[in-house]
């Protein structure tokens, strides 16, 4: 079955330009995640979506980083006036289930890899 | 959620079992063991997960120590396309709200498969 998807795969950005990433979690699943991912470094938690409601957003770095999902589905990052700083690997993930005694298995996506000039 | 602690590189022979190990001496009673792996270029993909028993699937087996404080990730046979960075981590599972469902991971261990 199809997996998690996003768009673009790779994005090229003046400094100070926004910049959106899309992602496409697994129809039916219910949280979604986003993480960044620094090179040579392992990918760090940004934001984490429960259907429409964004439960936690304390990993966003700055009030630049805003992520939506307003129909429970995709969801889209937005980076705002982006900086040098802000290249990276961005990776979403998506969950079946918000609750498991066994936990969630997170299915991850490509990323989108984002370079600001 | 607890820290682990991973060697950053191992290298394998093609054909033979690569063990992964992780130390994780802080973990809690109700923190489980989830093992991913990220392939070059690609997003990180789920192994194998465990409390305290020891488990098994088609990708790998996982080894927890009776004190639950280390585990090891066994790859029976160790392909070339099995090289990737492997993270070993430890976080409660079942929570619904916060960030108990994120996960952090470290730096990992760079599995190299060799012929």
């Known amino acids: 079955g199809a997996g998690v998807s996003q768009s673009p795969r790779y994005k090229v950005a003046k400094r100070g330009q926004d910049v959106a990433l899309r992602c496409d979690p697994i129809?039916?699943?219910?949280?979604l995640f986003w993480y960044q991912q620094a090179l040579g470094q392992g990918p760090e938690f940004l934001t984490y979506?429960?259907?429409?409601?964004?439960?936690?957003k304390s990993g966003l770095p700055s009030d630049r980083f805003f992520a939506e999902r307003p129909e429970g589905s995709v969801s889209t990052l937005k980076i705002q006036r982006t900086q040098q700083e802000d290249s990276a690997v961005y990776l979403c993930?998506?969950?079946?289930?918000?609750?498991?005694?066994?936990?969630?298995?997170?299915?991850f996506g490509p990323g989108t890899r984002l370079l600001v000039l | 959620d607890a820290k682990t602690t991973q060697p950053t590189s191992m290298d394998c022979a093609e054909g033979r079992a690569a063990n992964l190990p992780c130390n994780h001496s802080t973990i809690s009673g109700n923190e489980y063991v989830y093992w991913y792996r990220q392939i070059h270029s690609q997003g990180p993909q789920y192994i194998i997960h465990g409390l305290k028993n020891n488990e098994t699937n088609e990708m790998a087996s996982l080894i927890i120590t009776e004190d639950r404080k280390s585990s090891t990730l066994i790859l029976p046979h160790a392909t070339l396309r099995d090289t990737a960075v492997y993270y070993c981590?430890?976080?409660?599972?079942?929570?619904?709200?916060?960030?108990?469902?994120?996960?952090?991971f470290g730096t990992g261990t760079q599995l190299k498969v060799e012929l």
């Open positions: 979506f429960q259907n429409e409601a964004q439960l936690d």
């Open positions: 129809s039916g699943h219910v949280s």
């Open positions: 981590i430890v976080r409660v599972a079942g929570m619904v709200t916060g960030g108990g469902n994120k996960l952090t």
């Open positions: 993930a998506s969950s079946l289930e918000t609750f498991s005694a066994k936990g969630e298995t997170q299915y």
